[in-house]
């Protein structure tokens, strides 16, 4: 089993994961199999998270094109993807948000 099917799995179960340092927290006790897929998969797991919280993801970027403003509507994008894919077309667009 991988990490987003633990993650899909706790969630399904009204289990909601956080981190905290290096550690992983639930606010609720978990079933026995999903407890020992938690441990198990721990370290990947916050790691997981804590790049899901440094690079969130949206579907709308606010875009700026030699002073032209608009909205970049698309796929779940992280910043960087956003900008990738604007600086592809455009090399001297900026994100505004």
């Not at 990947?44 to 970027?61: C, K, Q």
């Not at 990738?84 to 994100?95: C, K, T, V």
Request: net charge negative.
């Amino acid at each position: 089993m991988n990490v987003l099917e633990i993650i899909r799995w706790a969630r399904d179960e009204g289990i909601a994961l956080r981190v905290s340092g290096d550690r992983l927290e639930a606010d609720d006790i978990a079933p026995p199999d999903l407890l020992a897929a938690l441990r198990a998969q721990q370290a990947l797991i916050v790691e997981y998270l804590n790049a899901a919280g440094e690079h969130p993801r949206r579907r709308l970027w606010r875009a700026s094109v030699s002073g032209y403003q608009f909205f970049l509507i698309g796929p779940c994008m992280s910043r960087t993807q956003a900008l990738a894919l604007l600086r592809w077309r455009w090399s001297d667009a900026e994100l505004l948000d």
